[in-house]
């Protein structure tokens, strides 16, 4: 089935190391986007890639780093530069020049102890 | 992308029809209206988009008035699995998904 899959679904890591976060699209779309979700708010756009080997910084990208080498994948690195790392962490894609919505992965709950 | 207002949380009785409104008051003519929901810890879901014309499909039907400045999303018989933060957006058709997801409304389906 077409989708868009993120793994892991539940990350915990240590304070002080980077984590890769997967995030992968079957839906032959162009775009890819991640966003952050903290408790009781709305998303917040970190970073997104309109085409493969470009991508743009979103309102809220430092402390964080992306890649865009397959059209499939855009994995997200939250780094040790991030100062409030633990989040839900959402990426979805989409056909830019259409007016389709975006499609969204179930999402990964990042930790940091 | 223009800004929308939503209200924090909704109450509604299962069987019933939720409306959910939404300002979009500085809406320009190029700009869709688009509404996804978001159950608890789970990625929001597309559920309708609309440019001027009111729209239905199998989730939900989407009022939109005539100036554009406003949006209701109505979903006719609520079931207890609606219970979700139902989010308004807005944005152009081309130039990808960069917008703003806001707080939304909290919709609460009680039996």
């Known amino acids: 089935d077409g989708g868009i899959t993120q793994s892991p679904k539940y990350l915990f890591r240590k304070e002080g190391q980077n984590v890769t976060l997967s995030c992968e699209q079957n839906?032959?779309?162009?775009?890819m986007y991640w966003y952050r979700q903290d408790p009781g708010q709305g998303l917040r756009l970190i970073y997104y890639?309109?085409?493969?080997?470009?991508?743009q910084k979103g309102d809220i990208a430092e402390g964080y780093s992306v890649s865009r080498e397959k059209k499939e994948s855009f994995p997200l690195t939250v780094t040790s530069a991030q100062k409030n790392p633990t989040a839900f962490y959402l990426c979805?894609?989409?056909?830019?020049?259409?007016?389709?919505?975006?499609?969204f992965g179930q999402g990964t709950r990042l930790t940091v102890v | 992308d223009a800004k929308t207002t939503q209200p924090t949380s909704m109450d509604c009785a299962e069987g019933r029809a939720a409306n959910l409104p939404c300002n979009h008051s500085?809406?320009?003519?190029?700009?869709?209206v688009y509404w996804y929901r978001q159950i608890h810890s789970q990625g929001p879901q597309y559920i309708i988009h609309?440019?001027?014309n009111n729209e239905t499909n199998e989730m939900a039907s989407l009022i939109i008035t005539e100036d554009r400045k406003s949006s209701t999303l109505i979903l006719p018989h609520a079931t207890l699995r609606d219970t979700a933060v139902y989010y308004c957006?807005?944005?152009?058709?081309?130039?990808?998904?960069?917008?703003?997801f806001g707080a939304g409304t909290r919709l609460f389906v009680k039996a």
């Open positions: 890639s309109q085409i493969v080997n470009d991508f």
């Open positions: 609309g440019l001027k």
């Open positions: 957006i807005v944005r152009v058709r081309a130039g990808g998904f960069k917008t703003i």
């Open positions: 979805a894609s989409s056909m830019s020049d259409r007016a389709l919505g975006a499609f």
């Open positions: 500085t809406i320009s003519g190029n700009e869709y």
């Open positions: 839906l032959n779309h162009d775009a």
